[in-house]
């Protein structure tokens, strides 16, 4: 094939062919497709740049392993979404934990919270600085869902997909994120 032909090859052939031939050429096309898009999710879950880049090199090798598992249900962009987003809250739970060794967290100012359904104009009125240190003390599945929300511009059932939960469990799971970023936000 030539070269023109393969970097337009729709992205279920171009993985099928990977996992068939194990070939790192075409690796190389699927990763100069998606490595910026898959860097700046690992970036909105670290502040760090490098720690970015390094994470993003692990997924891509990762990948390279588990594209045999891909079967074409979803676009191959949601599928990767899924993958990305689940290594860097594995991650980020990982660093957590190493960080935190002995020390508890508990839900003290979660447990208080009421499922009074939050309106998206709250969360868009929010002060962007005092948003930001909100985001960064919220536990990594709620800023990951809100992130998918509100940064991605995923619907709900992109969310849903993503997450492998069904729609109105992403719905519940939004709206808590929503109440627990509110409460976390007001306490600043």
């Known amino acids: 094939m030539s070269k023109d032909l393969l970097e337009n090859i729709a992205d279920d052939i171009l993985v099928y062919k990977i996992v ?3 070939n790192q050429h075409l690796f190389g096309i699927l ?10 999710k690992c970036l909105s879950f670290v502040e760090e740049q ?3 880049q390094d994470m993003t090199h692990d ?18 962009s949601t599928w990767l979404y899924s993958f990305t987003y689940n290594f860097c809250v594995n991650h980020i ?10 020390y508890s967290v508990t839900d003290d100012l979660i447990d208080n919270y009421n499922d009074e359904l939050i309106d998206d104009k709250e969360i868009f009125e929010l002060k962007i600085e005092k948003l ?10 709620d800023k990951s869902i809100l992130l998918m929300k509100y940064q991605d511009e995923f619907s ?14 992403t719905k519940m799971r939004l709206n808590r994120a929503k109440n627990r970023l509110l409460k976390i936000y007001n306490a600043l």
Do not use: M
Request: aromatic letters at 10%; charged letters at 40%.
């Open 31 to 40: 990763y100069d497709r998606y490595a910026h898009a898959v860097y700046n």
């Open 20 to 22: 068939e031939t194990k």
């Open 156 to 169: 709900i059932k992109e969310i849903s997909d993503t997450l492998e939960i069904g729609e109105s469990a």
């Open 50 to 52: 490098e720690e970015a």
């Open 132 to 141: 930001t240190q909100s985001l960064k003390e919220l536990d990594v599945e």
């Open 93 to 102: 739970q990982r660093k957590i934990k190493e960080e935190r060794k002995n």
């Open 59 to 76: 997924i891509f090798v990762k990948l390279f392993v588990k594209l045999k598992t891909y079967q074409s249900k979803s676009k191959f």
